[in-house]
């Protein structure tokens, strides 16, 4: 079974100041790792993910995450945040039977300030 | 290619009044799932499926049922609505490659 940790439900930050989102994860087989955003009133859009391979990833709009296997994270990171960050961020995992259902934190909400 | 839709957008029902949620892609896509949104819960995986014909249940199946007769649909049915299942509800598809394509939502509320 796998699981996912989001610390902190609301997150605020000004305009230009580092964002970090945190997310534990738990998984039985090796974890694909996902971040998705929602902003207000649409869908979910994949930020970023981890399969394989380079255990930093980048995605879009300047966010990256990095993979550490050791202390079971995957910690999404901008360097510097803008007021069209803000939005409700999830972090989730894949796992079960063929790599088929994906389970998510409850959410982050980002909030940028001017 | 308009990747994941979702009918209706929003819809209203009185406690007992039976509907359903159509999700259709056209990535050609074999996996699809349904999802419900509860402020504070992330998203809760109700049931999905792993090719055409073929159905599974998810983390909070109770309540609904779903059906996926062609590849491209994927439908999610209420049969008795309660309060409870007052929600955001999201389809998504994947198709293999791990990433879930996900639909702009239904907001359905039971009175």
């Known amino acids: 079974a796998q699981s996912v940790t989001q610390l902190g439900s609301h997150v605020s930050v000004s305009e230009g100041a580092l964002v970090l989102l945190r997310c534990n994860y738990s998984s039985s087989v090796p974890p694909y790792l996902f971040w998705y955003v929602q902003y207000p009133n649409q869908g979910l859009q994949l930020l970023l993910k981890y399969t394989t391979g380079a255990t930093l990833v980048k995605g879009i709009n300047g966010f990256e995450a990095e993979f550490k296997k050791s202390e079971t994270s995957f910690h999404l990171t901008k360097p510097s945040a803008h007021m069209s960050d803000a939005a409700e961020y999830f972090c989730a995992v894949i796992g079960g039977a063929g790599y088929s259902t994906l389970t998510f934190g409850k959410g982050t909400m980002l909030l940028v300030s001017p | 290619n308009a990747g994941v839709t979702q009918t209706p957008k929003f819809r209203v029902l009185k406690t007992g009044q039976s509907m359903t949620l159509l999700c259709a892609q056209d990535m050609n896509h074999e996996y699809m799932y349904w999802y419900r949104q509860d402020p504070g819960m992330g998203l809760r995986l109700i049931h999905y499926?792993?090719?055409?014909?073929?159905?599974a249940k998810g983390e909070v199946p109770d309540g609904y049922n779903v059906s996926r007769l062609k590849k491209q649909n994927f439908l999610l049915g209420l049969e008795s609505a309660a309060p409870s299942q007052t929600s955001v509800y999201f389809c998504?598809?994947?198709?293999?490659?791990?990433?879930?394509?996900f639909g702009p939502g239904t907001r359905l509320t039971v009175t």
């Open positions: 998504a598809s994947n198709g293999g490659a791990a990433e879930q394509y």
């Open positions: 499926s792993v090719g055409e014909g073929t159905t």
